[in-house]
């Protein structure tokens, strides 16, 4: 079977129609909470179950939703975080310690956040690695959520950082809607995290890295020119380093069968750069 490129599909992108991704916006709320408990789901990633009085209310619908999470201060043990004042969010007098993370799942044991540990660990997910029972945090957001299209069918991917979306993109699906997920990993039993989740209709595509570091491979890139296309109008969408997804969203945007509004591809993080902020433009030199 084919792949998506245009010049098998016969150009399907300048005719498929752009879907639109209804956006619900939530109240602001800056959420104090504490670590309830604590869960080691593979070598890599890390479970912390959040919980608190703060915490009702909290809602993220959209299978991309990002919280931002702050810890403790790694130096004085101190929590620094917003407040809300009136329609604004007020900056603490300390920067804060803060990441954006995806909320995994909320449910009537707390909220779930899950967490990459990196052989370099940022101040988050160092204080991750410690965090106990008892540790207080705070939350933000989301301030809105963007709900699924109603696509024909899915084209998602990503790094190990972008498995929580992938997992909720993947529950959110409706039934019997084909998806396509492209992974690449370091860990074989991270791909248990999304297998955990998948239907029959989902089609679970991995590729390991082996020794290679983290956002240095062009697995992704080659995948994605390589799956079989699906017929009618599909919906595209990656997360992970930034840097190895400039290929991979060129060549969904310029020489795929999407169409061009129905590509989103988010940078969580770069290589060499700390507190990547995901809204930067992945690609400089072609933005939205």
Not at 204 to 210: A, I, M, P, S
Request: proline content about 9%; overall charge negative; charged content about 25%.
């Amino acid at each position: 079977m084919p792949g998506y490129g245009r010049g098998v599909t016969d150009d399907l992108a300048a005719t498929a129609p752009a879907l639109r991704r209804e956006r619900v916006r939530h109240p602001l709320a800056v959420r104090h909470l504490t670590v309830l408990r604590r869960r080691q789901l593979s070598a890599r990633m890390l479970r912390l179950t959040l919980g608190g009085e703060d915490l009702t209310g909290f809602t993220a619908d959209g299978p991309a939703d990002h919280v931002k999470l702050f810890v403790p201060d790694p130096a004085t043990g101190e929590l620094h975080a917003p407040r809300v004042v009136g329609e604004a969010m007020e900056r603490p007098d300390v920067a804060p310690t803060v990441r954006d993370y995806t909320p995994r799942a909320l449910h009537d044991g707390g909220l779930d956040i899950d967490v990459v540990l990196h052989a370099h660990p940022g101040p988050v997910s160092a204080w991750a690695e410690r965090a106990v029972p008892g540790d207080p945090v705070a939350i933000a957001g989301p301030r809105s959520s963007q709900l699924l299209p109603a696509a024909d069918h899915l084209l998602l991917g990503g790094d190990e950082t972008a498995l929580p979306a992938l997992a909720r993109w993947l529950e959110r699906a409706p039934a019997g809607l084909p998806v396509d997920v492209l992974v690449e990993l370091s860990d074989p039993a991270d791909a248990e995290y999304l297998a955990a989740v998948a239907r029959p209709e989902h089609a679970l595509h991995v590729r390991y890295r082996g020794d290679a570091a983290p956002g240095t491979t062009t697995l992704l890139a080659d995948a994605v020119r390589a799956v079989p296309a699906r017929a009618g109008t599909g919906y595209a969408w990656f997360a992970g380093e930034a840097g190895s997804l400039v290929a991979v969203r060129r060549w969904l945007r310029h020489d795929s069968a999407f169409a061009r509004g129905n590509v989103k591809v988010d940078g969580y993080w770069r290589r060499g750069v700390v507190a990547l902020d995901h809204h930067a433009p992945v690609d400089p030199e072609d933005v939205d």
